[in-house]
């Protein structure tokens, strides 16, 4: 009866930690690998510490612990790259000192996408007078 008892909690355990390697090879499909690269407009010139934001827009049923939002700042090549962001539309805004704020949605289906930004300069003020 003992051994029994053990032989059915092994095969428990074989078959969760089954199902556990699936769903982790699952969520890892469905992610992606971001390279943004931010360039003036004018020059094709790099960036350097430009604010870049990751972030959904269609509504995702995520757990607490999960991000919604990506930050970080650009290279000296104007370069940034983002691991393992969930796959699907997300709107991507860049702000830079001196540039006009880029905000774009884009859709990511590939396991490993390239995004390049170009930055345009100010525009005059606007007055209503």
């Known amino acids: 009866m003992r051994l029994a008892n053990m032989i059915v909690a092994a095969l428990l355990l074989v078959t969760t930690f089954a199902a556990a390697q699936q769903t982790g090879a699952k969520a890892e499909e469905g992610t992606t690998r971001l390279t943004l690269q931010v360039l003036r407009e004018s020059n094709r010139e790099p960036v350097p ?7 959904f827009t269609e509504e995702r049923l995520l ?8 930050q970080a700042k650009t290279n000296r090549k104007g370069i940034i790259v983002l691991s393992d962001i969930p796959t699907g539309a997300v709107k991507v805004q860049v702000i830079a000192k001196g540039f006009r704020t ?6 990511l289906n590939q396991p490993q996408e390239e995004l390049t930004i170009l930055l345009q300069p100010p525009t005059g003020q606007v007055s209503a007078y």
């Open 49 to 55: 510490d430009a604010h870049v934001v990751v972030r």
């Open 63 to 70: 757990r607490r612990d999960k991000r919604v939002s990506w």
């Open 102 to 107: 880029y905000g774009e949605e884009h859709r």
